[in-house]
Each structure stands twice: as structure tokens, then as C-alpha cells.
């Protein structure tokens, strides 16, 4: 059977065919439309052969198999017979079920997603732009800014300026598409917003600049709507429900010129002498909030905006972050936000390299590389679902703590970049414009990644995702032997406070007489210290320490033969470490070890003073 054809077969399985309402896919997620989310065990999901993770929206079970790998599991999918819908079709259907806020997160997102790669290639123009033009860089070639010819300069102007003066027009447009609207109508309204025939709503706000506004009524104000993003918006809203109306209620034979006529007409009047100043004073404000924010001092609204950031991708909130961008480049002609937010897509890098790095179960070491490198060019979801939430919390609580960390740094050295729409790799085009920017956050970058990793290595990486197998370890039938050669002492008896008063746990001790120690059984080696002289053990029946000697630690490893490596699995009765009796004692420390049980269970052992021999059975009451 084909690869993908068994993918395709395991996932219906799971999720069940009569369970199944519809199947369609985007880029990188096969999207299923089901009937009962609960009866979906995702663990089952997550284990199948490709699949980086999973998660549930407005009905939608959407599995992560990645770029080319859904396609072709899709395409299995097909010839089951079940039904199967384009992704229109089925994001249709999750509008209609959607409401609140999750519906306003995606009506932005489909307003600003399509202008996006407009915005994010005219800052590639205006970092080019700085890069080029800068009298540092001209004096390399001999030259200086006044050398270049006016029809350079206005060449690139055109390029660098265009998108930004007509901004309105394109989320306009955008947006009538997205309310129902007709695009074109929406375009000329949003040209209307930007016309050189008002005056100038920058040039008005500057009192040196001599012009005013125009007058309505002697007391209305009339302007243009230069990046007021809101404003846009809005004036959609408005004049696409007009549009419909007329639709609706305009006879056949005047419709196709009056229905225009009058929606034009009407939203221009409308956003023009009343809506669009209060939309553009609230955006204002708005984007002075933001703006209070970041400069807030030591880096504490970075730090906020970077570890809350990764948060509201995952509840969708940050498509708001959008048209909060777009206010700031169009006010300000920066965006200190995205900056901040892009540490997030460090952070993850630096989650993926832990887990490539720690985890020795190929699956899991293959969803790291396939996340690391969507993430490398903004693709966020495989690292988020695949890891992120899929391993206890801890490394998604890390990847938002490296997050703030880096956006703090940031905030305090006013990094801002010069457009938006591109993240990680491609991010340091938008900071070319200026060697300190770019300087700046290239270093902070790599230290977000660096920190990321070393903190999730230590701490972030879940058992189940380092050890090979450790789920078909049978332990359930497995008796506790004795790691070693010698006579039991009861834990009271041991001459030293810390092991008889039971500070480390209950449990027993050996004088030993041999110096072979094995694992009492089988598991995680959860700890094995650098002088080779103790060993952590878990498993899901509890955890077990055995410490070789008193005192030994001393020693520096000095007389023991370490057989094992922390994070390995090992079966009861592997050989721990070798330890040279003899010199140890020349050392003067004791040999007798302790078999601690840590997790705080009580131990009645019945076998106290007699001889055992290494990998005998141990009697318990």
C-alpha cells in the first residue's frame, strides 16, 4: 500500500468516516469538517506516519501534515468517497457557524492578507532605498546623494511612495470584496478617500504646513483620509451594505448605472462629512496607545507585547495586530510592532533545534526539521501544534518567555522595522534601511534562538519526546531485583543523616561486595551525576535512585566505570557502572549503597540482613 494512502486510511480511521461531514486542505493543514469533535482522539492522529500536530476551529478538526505531503493525502482521500469540498466552499461554511470575535478575526484577516505581499515588497523597496541612497554607502563609489539623476529619484519614489498614499483605496477595495461589495465600486470610493482634490489630512495636521481644511456647513471639516486604516474599513462596511440594498431594490434595467451612482454618492458623503474624522481620530489615538506602550521604559511593554504575541496566534487575535501595523506605517512610516512580535519565530527556531538536538525518537526529530524549516520563512503552525502544545506546555511557556525577552531588548533600543509581512529569514530585509537597525536586530534575533534552545535543552523537553520506545516498555509484570552484590542494611542503620532520617526517600541499602551495579528496572535514566556515583531511574511505576557510597561525590569519578548516559533508556538488569571497590576504600569512603524509592511511596522490605545476590528478586510486603 502507498504511503499516503495509508496516511489517508489511518486518519479517516481515527477520526471516523461516519464522523466526517467533509474534507478539503490548505497549504499545509488537511481541514475535516466533523460531527463529533470528542469522539477524536488526537493522540492516536498525532502517532500517525507525517502528522506534526493538530487542533479544532469553528467545527474544523485541521490536521498539520505540511507543504506536498497534504496534497498528497488529500488526494487518497478523495478516492474514499467521501465528501469533498474546495477550501471556498468550506471556509463559507465556517463563516456561517462562526460569530463574536472569532468572526472579526477573520474578516480581518481576509481584508489584510491579500494587500499584505504589497505592503511587504514596497518596505523591501524602502530598505533598498536607504540602503543605496545612504551618503555612507555613495562615498564607497565616489559619490554622494546630490550625484543621482532627478529621474532616479523619481523613478523610486514612485516605486517607494505609491502603495502608501493610495493605502485607503487598496483596504477599500479589499475590503468591499470581503463585505460583498463590488471591488471596483470600492476601489474609486477609495480613491475618493485619497483624492489630491482635498486637502491633504498630513499636510492639515501640521500647523506650519498653511493648509486647512475645507469647510462644510461652516462647521464640518473636510480632509482626505491619508492612512486612516480604519476609516477604510468602515467606509466598506457602509457602502458595500448600501451596494447590497440597492442590489436588492433597484430594478433590473437601472441597476447596473444607478446602484454605482448612488453607493458612491452616498458613502462618499457619509465617511466624508461625518464618519471618516471620528474613525481617524480613534485610529490616531489607537496608534498612540501602541506607540506609549513600546517606549514604556527597561523594555516592559516589549517584553508584554513579545510574550503575549505567541498567545494570540494561537487564538487567532493576531490578525488584529494587522491593521494595527498598517495604522502605525501609514502614520508614522515605521512599525515598531512587528519587531516586537518577531521574536516570536526566533524563539520557535530555537525550540525546534532542542528537540532536533535532545530527542533521540526519529518521529519527533523529523517534525522538529519540517517545523524549523517552515518556520524559517513564517510558516508558524507545525512548530506551534507539533510541538508547542503538544508537549506538556512547557516549551510553548519557554518559546513566549524568549519571545518577551528578545522584544524587550528590542523595545529598548527602538528597533522598528519599515514595513510588514515578512518574518524570520526574510524579517532582516525590512532593517536595511539602517545599518544600526539591521545591526541591532540581527543580534537579538540570534540571541532569542540561542536562549530558546539552551533554556528548552535543559528543561522544556518532555520524556516522551526524548526516549526511543519508552512507551513499549512492559513494566506492569516486572519485580524489583537488586542492583548489586552484598549484604541489605536498613536504611536506619546507614551512617549518614541525610539517607536514615529518609531526607531523599525511603528505601534500603547494600553493602556491597561486588562491584557491578545494574538498573533495578527498567526506564528512564532520569539522572546520572558526572562522578558516576548515583543514578535516577523512572518509569511509570515510580522513580528509583541508587547512590554508590557516602561521600563519594568527592571523587570526581575517580574508581567508577560509567556503562550509561543520562536520557537513556535501560532494561532492568543493564550495568550501570563498574565501581573499583578496592580504590575507594583506599580513599577511605564506604561503599554501601542506597536504593532510594523518591517519589515518596513507603518501603517494607523483608529480606533486611541477608546476603543478595545481584539481580536477585527482592521481597516487599
Given amino acids: ?135 555612507s554607502v555613495l562615498s564607497l563609489f565616489g559619490m554622494s546623494a546630490a550625484d ?68 462644510a456647513f461652516g462647521f464640518i471639516p473636510i480632509v482626505g483620509c491619508q492612512g486612516s486604516v480604519l476609516t477604510a474599513i468602515v467606509t466598506a462596511l457602509i457602502g458595500a451594505n448600501i451596494e447590497k440594498w440597492f442590489r436588492q431594490h433597484m430594478p433590473n434595467v437601472l441597476d447596473l448605472i444607478f446602484t454605482p451612482f448612488f453607493v458612491m454618492l452616498i458613502t462618499m458623503l457619509v465617511i466624508l462629512l461625518g464618519v471618516g474624522p471620528i474613525m481617524h481620530t480613534i485610529e490616531l489615538k489607537m496608534v498612540d496607545i501602541i506607540r506609549l506602550l513600546i517606549d514604556l521604559p527597561f523594555g516592559l511593554g516589549g517584553f508584554l507585547i513579545g510574550f503575549t504575541y505567541p498567545l494570540t496566534v494561537i ?25 516586537l512580535c518577531a521574536m516570536y519565530g526566533f524563539a520557535n527556531l530555537g525550540t525546534c533545534l532542542a528537540f532536533i538536538k535532545k530527542s533521540k525518537i526519529q518521529k519527533v526529530k523529523q517534525t522538529a526539521i519540517g517545523a524549523m524549516l517552515s518556520q524559517l520563512f513564517g510558516i508558524s503552525e507545525p512548530v506551534l501544534f507539533g510541538i508547542q502544545l503538544r508537549y506538556n506546555l512547557k516549551p510553548l511557556i519557554i518559546m513566549c518567555l524568549s519571545s518577551g525577552l528578545g522584544a524587550a531588548l528590542l523595545s529598548i533600543f527602538h528597533i522598528q522595522s519599515n514595513s510588514y509581512g515578512l518574518a524570520v529569514l526574510p524579517s532582516y530585509l525590512m532593517y536595511i534601511y539602517e545599518g544600526y537597525q539591521l545591526l541591532i536586530y540581527f543580534f537579538v534575533s540570534i540571541f532569542v534562538v540561542a536562549f530558546c534552545f539552551i533554556v528548552t535543552y535543559l528543561f522544556g523537553i518532555p520524556k516522551e519526546a526524548i526516549v526511543e520506545n519508552m512507551n513499549e516498555i512492559n513494566v506492569s509484570n516486572e519485580k524489583f531485583i537488586s542492583p548489586a552484590q552484598g549484604q541489605i542494611i536498613a536504611l536506619e542503620d546507614v551512617p549518614d543523616e541525610t539517607f536514615a532520617k529518609k531526607l531523599l526517600g ?28 548515583a543514578f535516577g531511574i523512572h518509569n511509570e511505576k515510580g522513580e528509583v535512585l541508587i547512590h554508590v557510597g557516602i561521600d563519594t561525590v568527592a571523587l570526581n569519578g575517580e574508581g567508577f566505570d560509567v556503562m550509561v548516559k543520562q536520557g537513556d533508556m535501560v532494561k532492568q538488569g543493564d550495568v550501570l557502572v563498574y565501581v573499583d571497590l578496592e580504590k575507594i576504600h583506599a580513599q577511605g569512603k564506604s561503599t554501601m549503597t542506597m536504593v532510594l524509592f523518591t517519589d515518596g511511596q513507603a518501603v517494607h522490605l523483608l529480606d533486611n540482613g541477608k546476603h543478595i545476590n545481584t539481580g536477585e528478586l527482592l521481597n516487599f510486603q
Avoid at 481515527?14 to 470528542?38: P, Q, Y
Avoid at 493576531?318 to 508614522?332: F, P
Avoid at 525511603?506 to 556515583?533: M, R
Wanted: overall charge negative.
Fill in 315 to 339: 487564538t487567532g487575535l493576531h490578525h488584529t495586530y494587522v491593521m494595527i501595523e498598517t495604522s502605525l506605517l501609514a502614520n508614522t512610516g515605521f512599525n515598531a510592532l512587528i519587531t
Fill in 148 to 215: 543621482i539623476p532627478v529621474y532616479v529619484t523619481t523613478l523610486v519614489s514612485v516605486l517607494t511612495e505609491t502603495a502608501f498614499a493610495f493605502l485607503p483605496a487598496i483596504i477599500v477595495w479589499s475590503a468591499f470584496k470581503v463585505f460583498g461589495g463590488t471591488p471596483v465600486i470600492g476601489l474609486v470610493i477609495g480613491l475618493m478617500l485619497v483624492s489630491p482634490i482635498l486637502p491633504n489630512a498630513y499636510s492639515v495636521a501640521d500647523p506650519n504646513s498653511g493648509v486647512d481644511a475645507i469647510m
Fill in 506 to 533: 525511603d528505601g534500603f541499602a547494600i553493602d556491597i561486595t561486588d562491584g557491578k551495579i545494574v538498573a533495578p528496572i527498567s526506564g528512564y535514566l532520569e539522572t546520572v551525576f558526572p562522578s558516576g556515583h
Fill in 1 to 135: 500500500m502507498d504511503k499516503y494512502t495509508q496516511i489517508a486510511k489511518q486518519i479517516i480511521e481515527v477520526i471516523g468516516k461516519e464522523n466526517i461531514l467533509s474534507v478539503t486542505h490548505c497549504a499545509t493543514r488537511l481541514r475535516v469538517m466533523v460531527k463529533d469533535r470528542d469522539a477524536i482522539d488526537d493522540k492516536q492522529v498525532e502517532n500517525i506516519d507525517e502528522v506534526k500536530g493538530v487542533f479544532f476551529t469553528s467545527g474544523q478538526y485541521q490536521i498539520i501534515l505540511g507543504t506536498g505531503i497534504v496534497n498528497k493525502v488529500y488526494a487518497e482521500v478523495e478516492k474514499m468517497g467521501l465528501k469533498t469540498l474546495s477550501k471556498k466552499e468550506q471556509d463559507e461554511i465556517v463563516k456561517d457557524n462562526e460569530k463574536g470575535m472569532k468572526k472579526i478575526m477573520r474578516i480581518l484577516a481576509d481584508i489584510f492578507v491579500p494587500i499584505i505581499p504589497v505592503i511587504a515588497a514596497t518596505g523591501l523597496f524602502l530598505g533598498l532605498k536607504g540602503c543605496l541612497f545612504n551618503d
